[in-house]
């Protein structure tokens, strides 16, 4: 089983980025998908969370309005697009996967399984 996450890099404050997580390795339809972050001396947060039927998607505050979680099962990925990027969004972002969740039960820190991360750097 792999989760691979790319599309992180460095980018100005105001700018996008977009994250895409493929996964291999399993059922891909069935799992509920989130995206997560660890800022520089801070533990991992979560992000966003999308159902494994995608009927639904939940955020945490800081990042409604200006992050948006997608995915494509057919290419067995899931995408984090990212606007209004802030000084403060710069970590390590991390995509993870649980079979059959809720949107909202992808907020949980325990996981099927995790991606390897990809490094988002803004520059203010």
């Known amino acids: 089983v792999q989760l691979q996450a790319s599309g992180g890099g460095l980018v100005q404050a105001g700018g996008s980025l977009r994250l895409s997580c493929t996964a291999s390795?399993?059922?891909?339809?069935?799992?509920?998908m989130g995206w997560f972050r660890q800022a520089p001396g801070k533990e991992r947060e979560f992000l966003a969370g999308?159902?494994?039927?995608?009927?639904?998607?939940y955020y945490t505050d800081s990042v409604k309005g200006r992050f948006t979680i997608s995915r494509d099962n057919a290419k067995n990925t899931v995408f984090l697009e990212m606007n209004s990027l802030k000084p403060e969004d710069t970590g390590i972002y991390y995509c993870a996967g649980s079979v059959a969740r809720t949107a909202q039960a992808m907020s949980s820190m325990r996981h099927d399984y995790w991606g390897q991360g990809t490094l988002v750097t803004v520059s203010s």
């Open positions: 999308i159902s494994w039927i995608a009927d639904a998607t």
């Open positions: 390795g399993i059922p891909f339809a069935n799992y509920a």
